[in-house]
């Protein structure tokens, strides 16, 4: 079956901890993304990736920290410098380019104590 | 001002009832339109995608554009409780270098049928 992992579905570190969360696609989608949600606030953009070894900040890039050396891996690392990191984090990708629509995977919940 | 409107909600309807859902928005360059929906604690699914003004259906899921009045809709016939969820409305912003593969998100409506 094609599809988006995310791993571990859930997650604990206490504060000044850096985590890395996985997602994996086999869907042969060029571009991926992350998001952070937040309830009542929608999805946010963290970074996204266009193609293997490129990546662009999104909207609220401040704190975290990714790779993209294959096709099918983009992971994202939490820094210790993120002052609020406890959230639900999505990944996604697509076949990129205008217009293309995402296909997410079924989240990492992080929590920080 | 957000790009992207959208009534959070909670939006509750009997079951058997036509849910409507609707986003506006403000940049008329928005030309590709999406729907998700949203389980709780799960990744959002992929619904509908629409390009340019008009209906589009399938199932019991009809999304509506009218890009004269920056409205999107979705509607969902014959509502179950298994229709119970947050959705989301999506659009693509304006061709830039920029903007590439990027899409504008609503907040999401919460959506509750009831048996």
């Known amino acids: 079956d094609g599809g988006i992992t995310q791993s571990p579905k859930y997650l604990f570190r206490k504060e000044g901890q850096n985590v890395t969360l996985s997602c994996e696609q086999n869907l042969n989608h060029d571009a991926m993304y992350w998001y952070r949600q937040d309830p009542g606030q929608g999805l946010r953009l963290i970074y996204y990736s266009q193609i293997v070894n490129d990546f662009q900040k999104g909207d609220i890039a401040e704190g975290y920290s990714v790779s993209r050396e294959k096709k099918e891996s983009f992971p994202l690392t939490v820094t210790s410098a993120q002052k609020n990191p406890t959230a639900f984090y999505l990944c996604?990708?697509?076949?990129?380019?205008?217009?293309?629509?995402?296909?997410f995977g079924p989240g990492t919940r992080l929590t920080v104590t | 001002q957000k790009e992207v409107e959208q009534d959070p909600g909670p939006l509750s309807v009997p079951e058997g009832a036509i849910v409507s859902l609707n986003c506006t928005y403000s940049n008329s360059a928005f030309q590709y339109f999406m729907w998700y929906r949203q389980y709780s604690r799960k990744g959002p699914e992929l619904l509908m995608y629409?390009?340019?003004?008009g209906n589009k259906e399938d199932g019991r899921f009809t999304a509506q554009v009218d890009k004269s009045s920056k409205y999107i809709s979705l509607f969902i016939r014959d509502s179950q409780p298994s229709d119970s969820a947050t959705y989301l409305c999506?659009?693509?912003?304006?061709?830039?270098?920029?903007?590439?593969?990027?899409?504008?998100f609503g907040a999401g409506t919460q959506v509750v049928v009831t048996p």
């Open positions: 996604a990708s697509s076949y990129g380019g205008q217009g293309t629509e995402q296909y």
């Open positions: 999506a659009m693509s912003p304006p061709m830039t270098t920029d903007s590439w593969g990027k899409l504008q």
């Open positions: 629409t390009y340019s003004s």
